[in-house]
């Protein structure tokens, strides 16, 4: 089976310094994988190089056997790579609906997700229509930010810190949702502070120290020691 999403020895820099070194990292087409790790990781940072937004300064992105390394953001999107930032960033000025239908400008042709679709998925969306997006709760801010990339109607779904700043039964009724995308047929990447999480909702995880991958497998395989070690390093 080919790769959806092949990362092969990813750098990135901020200037002179390098906040990732030689990341590899393979997304099978409708796999969900968890990136895991503390504050300052690169989490972020790897995030922003796949879509375009971090410089990558050595290393390569290839989606579904095309390479997009260093591509424009716009042109990334288009692709297929929808990315859920960090703190939402909805439109302030813009109803939720608008601020989900702004996500459909990147699409290319037809596919699973319409408007409709995004309501069925957090029916509040539908309630809410006509509200400013930031009059919104925490968590339904976090459900508008998902439903607009899905109206690009991506392969790959980046999601960046879901959990944050939001209490448990947000968290699980968001991440609820996710069987429901996978079965879309998009694949996904969390990005995670929350470890439970991330091992509840991924097939494979991945975590993150210092800019490096430091421990990967399948969450029924990793112990706890091992993850804790990989975290937060072996003192
Ligand atoms: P967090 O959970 O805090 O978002 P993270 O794992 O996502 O952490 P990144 O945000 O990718 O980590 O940061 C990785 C490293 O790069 C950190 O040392 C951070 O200080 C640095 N960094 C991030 N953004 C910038 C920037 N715009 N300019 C300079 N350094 C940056």
Redo the contacts with the bound molecule.
Sequence with gaps: MSALLQIAGLTAH??D?Q??FGVDLTLQDGETLAVI????????????AITGI?KVTAGTVTLAGEDITRLPAPEILTRGIAMVP?GRRLFPSLTVEENLLIGAHARKGNGHWTLEKVQALFPILKERRHNPGTALSGGQQQMVAIGRALMSNPRVLLC??LS?GLVPVVIKEIYAAFPRIKASGTSIIV?E?DIGQALRVADHVHC?M??RITLSGRPAELSRSAIHDAYFGVS
């Design positions: 901020y200037g310094f906040a990732l790790g503390a504050n300052g990781a690169g989490k972020t940072t790897l995030m922003r971090a960090e960046d810190e944050l990005v502070q993150m210092e800019g």
